[in-house]
């Protein structure tokens, strides 16, 4: 599994802290350092089930500066939004968990995270 984490992130430490304990196999993206691009946030969104406003951070400046809060959310607007998530990587929600087999998470919660790993 792939884990997007912020270091600085306290969620993302916490979910890192869960995979270690339960000895999971995963790489770590610092997705601010190696951001994705346009594709990659679309498979995200496929994997997670979700549109790109549902993972974007609105209380960041760069949203704020974007008027993301006045951007309408519709199936029309969804490359607007996709583009200024790989513009502007600091607006994805953290940490973001995908599996090797497919589903993915925002792994916000120990629970969350706990859904992606085998059952003991």
Request: with cysteine; charged share 30%; aromatic share 4%.
């Amino acid at each position: 599994m792939e884990i997007w984490i912020n270091p600085d992130c306290s969620k993302c430490r916490s979910a890192l802290s869960v995979l270690d304990a339960e000895k999971a196999e995963y790489t770590v993206r610092r997705y601010l350092e190696d951001p994705p691009d346009e594709r990659e946030i679309r498979e995200v969104l496929t994997r997670l089930g979700l549109d790109p406003w549902d993972i974007t951070r609105t209380g960041e400046s760069a949203a704020v500066e974007l008027g993301l809060a006045d951007w309408p959310r519709t199936p029309e607007s969804r490359d607007r939004w996709i583009r200024a998530l790989a513009a502007h990587p600091i607006l994805i929600q953290r940490p973001i968990i995908t599996a090797d087999d497919g589903p993915a998470v925002v792994a916000r919660t120990e629970e969350a995270v706990r859904s992606l790993l085998p059952p003991r």
